[in-house]
């Protein structure tokens, strides 16, 4: 039997009508659609940038994914949210709150925010070197998963003998000191559903700035940009390479292949980068992708549409049902979380550990 | 003090006023859902008692705060786990959720409740939470309302970037410095036009900066403030929709409203254009005897031998968990300045409140927890749901108040009878909606939606602090 591959979508790029991306029905109607099709997560971009001048404007993607929440059941929701600007806590907390009204579909696609208008906007700070910045973004997502982990699971025991609601034993400080915060925690928010909210990065070949260590370090999902298929089984091998390195376990990384996608017979409308490129019919993709799935090893891949509202319906009721032909994507959700769909365990709390042993 | 917030480009008409009052009617009753808190009001011990972070807790209080027509859910904030002698404070309920989040999935479940977010202004920026703000006033179909605070504690900032950099002094600086920028960036997109720079230069703020989102439905969320110093009052007059306040008895209600109601006018605002909630608990019953009984009952849940012995140590600033919950108050005195408890609100004079206490337990043999039963404020409205409806309609009719923010003592399912019994009553009165009239926050509370730059350049023209 063939190895099943993972699928997701990119939500946030182009192509959407000006008005509509601001209402909550533009974005159900999508991600309901993308759910029909089993996908593993949509994820949806984000920057504190201001939009293009032709834009219709652009909401808060945590915000856009809770909102759609409720109206889903099983797909996986990844904001991105930028590190450089927002406070670590507040990520923390947002990201766990969102996987508790999804029910464990969270996720975060972790990005810096570089550019100078983002930088004046905010006012807090200058903007710095790209290296640094991301060398921050690895320390955000530590503080994350340190308050993530800040609760145990069975820290709320109600105990009206002895008065108390919490364990408190089982509440840590995380005691995070960096070069840019500190953070002394524990988190507000009780452990989310999935334990960690899976973290995802996007990266290429050529990204010396950090990427590989949060990816190696952190990540969960890697979205690999890779043109040729040789490049991307090497990405791939490095990647896990890597990670084992940063002493994780075999297995605890998912790394999907990123290719842009113009299902709709359009021409030039792709974003220019060193990505896989597709144009042609669904059938065709699914071709290319069940090849690239053998040549190069990855775990899936995620789509990125030239236009999501014209290309999305195509992969969802061509595309899919192509992939299961050849026994490549699964029929139904066969779990409720994200981790479940990526196959990927829900993690111990790193804290629980000491306490066991502390016991 | 320098301070200049400038709006480049083109100008826009003001918007429109939307309020509606039917003459002759009478004054109707606004009311609100507070998600009970993080604190030992919520009773966590009863067998009814649920989840105070599962998704499904909150879609049950706010689908009931909208079946009883409420104006709005309110979320309430922390941003640091209370601590008692340097360890996390275990007796009441811990944990929630992040505000804003939360209610932007709740905007999914509900149509028309009004959706409110406590949000710090010291622990954040104005650029990014106006955005996330104007993200859930869009998602919502202009819903959100912001109950702006701030906190100046070292032990609040550990968890954030610049720890607790923020002097007392300038908390309502940096709170309306804050809001004038908030409203300069929601102001500086009109739906059908092209967005403008915002440049602002002030003590708090220096920005330059384009908006990612043109006008919300309610343009400015609904501005919720909750201070009740002679500053706060002022900030309230001079800024705020709705004062979350602490006056929840007739006489301090009526005085309190009256004051407010009076700095209106030096900022050329209307009575009508700032609404007066104060947050009230309630219990009800099948008589007037039973509410009492049940009030009594609840009052023991809530404070439990520890809880009694945790609520004498705020006040002496010392630690006391070797004295017995049934005996009684410690001879020691308390200490002044003592870091024992963090994240509570300040004791005040610690040595007149442990005289008072001592006096009283002499008199009434008050053991530790009795004092502390009989100094934990009763619930504002006890009876039953006519007593208490009644009861309800004659502050508002006589101006101790707009309406309140109803605070339950259970989750989820506190207000069920309420809305049940309670509210019907209100409505035969005539003094409670039974439709929702519109759309918006703003219309359920009767107020106009803001004009835009008209208002901003007013707002940025008054003299500071």
């Known amino acids: 039997m063939p190895r099943e591959l993972h699928l997701s979508v990119e939500l946030g790029r182009a192509g959407h009508p000006s008005a509509a991306a601001l209402t909550a029905a533009h974005w159900t109607d999508l991600i309901g659609l993308a759910e029909q099709?089993?996908?593993?997560?949509?994820?949806?971009?984000?920057?504190l940038a201001p939009p293009p001048d032709d834009s219709g404007g652009r909401l808060d993607a945590v915000a856009v994914l809770a909102r759609v929440a409720p109206l889903t059941s099983r797909i996986g929701l990844v904001p991105t949210v930028t590190t450089t600007h927002t406070e670590p806590f507040h990520t923390s907390t947002a990201l766990a709150t969102l996987d508790f009204v999804s029910e464990g579909r969270a996720g975060w696609l972790v990005d810096v925010s570089a550019g100078e208008a983002e930088a004046r906007a905010v006012g807090r700070r200058e903007p710095a070197p790209t290296p640094e910045l991301w060398a921050e973004a690895v320390d955000a997502a530590e503080v994350a998963v340190r308050l993530w982990d800040s609760w145990e699971d069975d820290a709320e025991i109600r105990d009206a003998a002895t008065g108390r609601f919490i364990d408190r034993d089982r509440l840590h400080y995380i005691d995070f000191e960096g070069p840019h915060f500190s953070v002394r925690g524990p988190s507000i928010v009780p452990r989310p559903p999935q334990g960690r909210p899976p973290i995802a990065v996007a990266l290429d070949v050529h990204d010396s700035d950090g990427r590989w260590a949060l990816a190696a370090g952190h990540a969960d999902v890697v979205l690999l940009d890779a043109g040729e298929p040789a490049t991307a089984r090497l990405a791939r091998t490095a990647l896990q390479r890597r990670a084992a390195e940063a002493g994780r376990p075999p297995g605890t990384l998912r790394v999907l292949l990123r290719v842009a996608v113009d299902l709709g017979g359009r021409t030039g409308s792709l974003p220019p980068a060193d990505t896989a490129r597709f144009t042609g019919t669904a059938a065709d993709l699914a071709d290319l992708l069940a090849d690239r799935h053998t040549a190069t090893g990855v775990d899936g891949f995620h789509l990125r549409p030239a236009s999501t509202p014209a290309d999305l319906p195509t992969v969802v009721h061509d595309l899919v049902p192509a992939l299961r032909e050849r026994g490549l994507f699964r029929t139904a959700y066969t779990g409720t979380t994200l981790r479940d769909h990526l196959g990927l365990p829900r993690p111990a709390g790193r804290y629980a550990r000491q306490t066991e042993a502390a016991r | 003090m320098t301070r200049t917030t400038t709006t480049t480009g083109t100008r826009t008409t003001t918007g429109t006023r939307v309020t509606t009052t039917t003459g002759g009617r009478?004054?109707?009753?606004?009311?609100?859902?507070?998600?009970?808190?993080?604190?030992?009001t919520t009773v966590w011990q009863d067998p009814d008692s649920g989840s105070q972070i599962d998704f499904s807790s909150f879609r049950h209080l706010a689908r009931t705060a909208e079946r009883g027509r409420f104006d709005f859910f309110f979320l309430a904030e922390?941003?640091?786990?209370?601590?008692?002698?340097?360890?996390?404070?275990?007796?009441?309920?811990?944990?929630?959720?992040?505000?804003?989040?939360?209610?932007?999935?709740?905007?999914?479940?509900?149509?028309?409740?009004?959706?409110?977010?406590?949000?710090?202004?010291?622990?954040?920026?104005?650029?990014?939470?106006?955005?996330?703000?104007?993200?859930l006033d869009h998602l919502s179909g202009g819903r959100a309302a912001w109950n702006v605070v701030t906190t100046s504690d070292t032990f609040t900032g550990a968890n954030f970037?610049?720890?607790?950099?923020?002097?007392?002094?300038d908390r309502y600086l940096r709170a309306e410095e804050f809001v004038e920028v908030a409203r300069a960036l929601w102001d500086s997109w009109p739906a059908d036009g092209a967005p403008r720079t915002v440049r602002h230069t002030g003590p708090q703020f220096g920005i330059t900066a384009r908006a990612t989102v043109p006008h919300s439905p309610q343009r400015h969320p609904v501005l919720i403030q909750a201070g009740d110093s002679d500053e706060g009052r002022e900030f309230a007059a001079r800024t705020a929709d709705v004062v979350f306040s602490r006056h929840g008895t007739l006489e301090a209600g009526r005085a309190f409203h009256a004051d407010v109601k009076r700095r209106l006018a030096r900022y050329g605002r209307q009575p009508d254009e700032l609404k007066i909630m104060p947050g009230v608990t309630f219990v009800l019953g099948d008589s007037e005897a039973e509410a009492q009984e049940r009030a009594a009952h609840l009052r023991r849940q809530q404070v439990s031998p520890q809880t009694a012995i945790a609520f004498v140590e705020n006040v002496w600033g010392r630690d006391l968990s070797a004295y017995d919950p049934d005996g009684p108050l410690p001879d020691l005195d308390p200490v002044p300045d003592?870091?024992?408890?963090?994240?509570?609100?300040?004791?005040?004079?610690?040595?007149?409140i442990a005289a008072k206490w001592r006096a009283l337990a002499e008199e009434k043999h008050l053991s530790i927890r009795e004092l502390a039963i009989e100094q934990t404020a009763r619930q504002s409205f006890i009876g039953t749901p006519a007593t208490v409806a009644a009861t309800i309609d004659e502050y508002v009719q006589t101006d101790a108040a707009d309406g309140f923010i109803l605070v339950p003592h259970l989750t989820p399912g506190g207000l069920d009878e309420f809305v049940d019994r309670v509210i019907p009553l209100l409505q035969e009165r005539g003094t409670f909606r039974t439709e929702y009239e519109g759309p918006t926050l703003r219309d359920h509370l009767g107020l106009a939606r803001p004009g835009g730059e008209g208002r901003h350049e007013r707002a940025a023209s008054t003299p500071a602090g």
């Open chain 2, 26 to 40: 009478r004054k109707q009753i606004h009311l609100a859902a507070h998600f009970p808190g993080v604190n030992n």
């Open chain 1, 37 to 47: 099709g089993a996908l593993d997560f949509v994820t949806l971009e984000d920057s």
């Open chain 2, 338 to 352: 003592s870091d024992v408890v963090q994240g509570w609100a300040h004791a005040g004079d610690r040595f007149g």
């Open chain 2, 161 to 169: 970037r610049r720890g607790g950099y923020l002097d007392r002094a």
């Open chain 2, 78 to 135: 922390g941003l640091r786990l209370r601590e008692r002698k340097g360890l996390i404070h275990d007796l009441d309920v811990v944990g929630r959720p992040e505000s804003l989040t939360v209610l932007n999935a709740l905007a999914a479940v509900t149509e028309h409740l009004g959706l409110a977010a406590t949000v710090n202004a010291t622990f954040n920026e104005p650029y990014e939470l106006a955005r996330r703000f104007a993200s």
